[in-house]
């Protein structure tokens, strides 16, 4: 969830009213937003002026609400302060156009570009702007993967724009704060230890060719992802902004393009009017950005009432989503009165998808503190799933028992389960990650062990005998089922001293078994259960067994091998035990 912060004075300058701390806290829980805390800071080391900055959580698909201006514009509108603002398009008699070249299709397809005329830059937002650019960068455009957004004089530069792709080789230009020109090779070297722009050299780095992006008389515009070229750059005295984003999707180039002039409009000379710009795709055809598109959609309000768990007038909803932003009105049908609530979602609402977010805003706007809580009708009552239970009960016995609980990531390398446990078959049944970011999170695990020995490594400079438990869900491919996989909670634990201690753990399954009220295996009790003893190269050959209940395996114990224990950087012996929990339910 994004965390923007705001400087005391700007918020409540652009609110038009000083809240308290505790009263700005209850507005934005009102809102359907969380004041994460207020901080003092220091901008300036040299001074001694300090100043609070609030720092409020955002919803990660609301990207209207990632700067100041998008924040308060909203909470003005909800308190009934201000009208919904409408967004429109100019209509210039010469419009800029972007022409998208073939070449582009290599690297970074699509481009959508617009203007803002007449813009009035203040420190404040102007600040404000680049702020919004960067949120945008690490959220929906996923650190400039999807999507990098330029911002560039129009006075400085002229069209039609052209938006291609060379070689690197042949890019050369005098990119944003440097004073000499660099081919795009040099830049990517200069780049290599620059702190913030080094996270996105990879994007293209390996690419044959670089997108660039130039005007009539071949100035760069930007070189995307990566830099923006120096002779475009806004400042305070820019007036007239050029907007370019690029991008792998087209859907997510319009939302940020939709998003920023939205947002910055009101500080044009026409407020909220916004210049288009023609772009013109490879196959010749001819689109005009920003969409700013305004779509309706009928709900009924007894669909909402429902939902939401409230009795309220169809007039009442109405008046409800408006203050949300979602400009709405009654439309009466028929002449028993039935209705239906016409709902105008504006371009900066791309997070209102489907009626159910509708009903979200509602529930919202009413208050979640108002809604009357009520017994559902229906005929269940709703209970903690029997293996979660049986699960924190083993926990407690165990933490009990001397052992130490222990919570690993759900995901680890091949190697884990296959190599380091002397396991040649240990990633037939595991499910692997498609894209895994690091080797570390290759495939999910078939086995808790992994995880647990890593925590003994990590841990090894403790007082010994070190006692570990995990109860928790493995993932096993599973053709039967439609998904492919299945999960299956397991308890596993582990001991880990100078000696192996085998009785440890044997008596740690012998617990187990009796809290389970299961007996040992005889004539008496068929369908108790008994150790058998097997060959498994992952433990010491003698000192390994499969535990089965009712003939059936659900598990094993033993000492692990010397070199199990060495692949894992550990020097002492050490014993485990690890059962599948879920026939016991």
């Not at 800071?41 to 001694?48: F, G, L, Q, V």
């Not at 930007?222 to 005295?237: A, E, F, V």
């Amino acid at each position: 969830m994004p965390t923007i912060g705001i400087k005391e004075e700007l918020l409540f300058n652009a609110l038009g009213k000083v809240y308290s701390e505790e009263e700005f806290n209850d507005l934005c829980f009102e809102f359907g937003l969380e004041l994460d805390e207020v901080v003092v800071e220091r901008p300036d080391p040299s001074k001694n002026a300090e100043v609070s900055v609030y720092k409020i959580d955002i919803p990660a698909n609301r990207y209207d609400l990632l700067c100041l201006e998008g924040l308060c514009r909203s909470l003005k509108i909800f308190q009934k302060q201000l009208d919904i603002p409408r967004y429109t398009l100019s209509c210039p008699q010469e419009k800029q156009r972007m022409i998208i070249e073939p070449a582009t299709s290599q690297v970074r397809p699509f481009a959508v570009a617009a203007i803002l005329r007449g813009v009035t830059f203040t420190p404040s937002n102007y600040d404000s702007f680049i702020d919004l650019q960067d949120k945008l960068h690490h959220n929906i455009c996923r650190r400039r993967t999807i999507a990098a957004i330029g911002t560039h004089d129009l006075d400085t530069i002229s069209g039609p724009f052209r938006f291609t792709a060379e070689p690197p080789k042949d890019i050369k230009f005098c990119p944003l704060n440097k004073d000499k020109e660099y081919t795009a090779e040099e830049l990517m070297e200069l780049y290599v230890n620059e702190p913030h722009l080094k996270q996105y050299l990879h994007i293209i780095k390996d690419k044959p060719v670089y997108p660039i992006i130039y005007d009539r008389n071949n100035v760069v515009l930007s070189m995307p992802p990566i830099i923006n070229g120096d002779h475009t750059k806004i400042s305070l005295q820019t007036k007239n902004v050029f907007i370019e984003v690029t991008s792998l999707d087209l859907h997510k180039a319009t939302v940020v393009l939709d998003t920023l002039v939205c947002m910055f409009s009101e500080y044009c000379e026409e407020p909220f009017v916004i210049e288009p710009v023609e772009v013109v795709d490879p196959d010749g055809n001819i689109v005009l950005y920003p969409e700013l598109k305004y779509r309706t959609e009928l709900i009924s309000p007894d669909y909402i009432n429902k939902y939401v768990g409230i009795q309220e007038t169809p007039e009442k909803i109405a008046e409800l989503l408006t203050k949300m932003c979602l400009k709405s009105e009654v439309m009466y049908y028929n002449e028993k009165g039935e209705s239906k609530i016409k709902v105008e979602i504006p371009p900066t609402r791309h997070d209102v998808i489907h009626a159910c977010d509708i009903v979200e805003d509602v529930a919202i706007a009413y208050g979640y503190n108002n809604i009357k809580k009520t017994i559902p009708h229906t005929v269940t009552i709703g209970a903690q799933l029997p293996v979660n239970k049986l699960s924190e009960q083993l926990s407690l016995e165990l933490a009990q028992a001397g052992f130490t609980e222990g919570l690993t990531f759900s995901l680890c390398s091949k190697d884990d389960i296959s190599t380091k446990l002397r396991s040649a078959n240990g990633i037939s049944t595991a499910v692997q990650v498609a894209n895994p970011k690091t080797l570390e999170f290759q495939v999910v695990r078939t086995t808790l062990l992994p995880g647990l020995l890593k925590t003994i490594h990590a841990n090894k400079k403790m007082p010994l005998p070190l006692k570990l438990f995990e109860i928790s869900d493995v993932v096993l491919k599973d053709d039967s089922l439609d998904v492919g996989s299945k999960n299956e909670r397991r308890l596993c634990a582990v001991y880990y001293n100078k000696k192996p201690g085998f009785e440890i753990i044997h008596g740690i399954l012998d617990r187990v078994m009796q809290l389970l009220d299961v007996p040992v295996l005889s004539s008496d009790s068929p369908n108790g259960y008994c150790i058998k003893a097997c060959d498994n190269s992952m433990f010491f050959p003698g000192r390994c067994a499969d535990i089965l209940v009712s003939n059936k395996k659900i598990g094993t114990l033993g000492v692990l091998h010397p070199e199990s224990i060495l692949n894992f950087d550990l020097n002492l012996p050490c014993s485990v035990v690890e059962i599948s929990i879920e026939p016991f339910v």
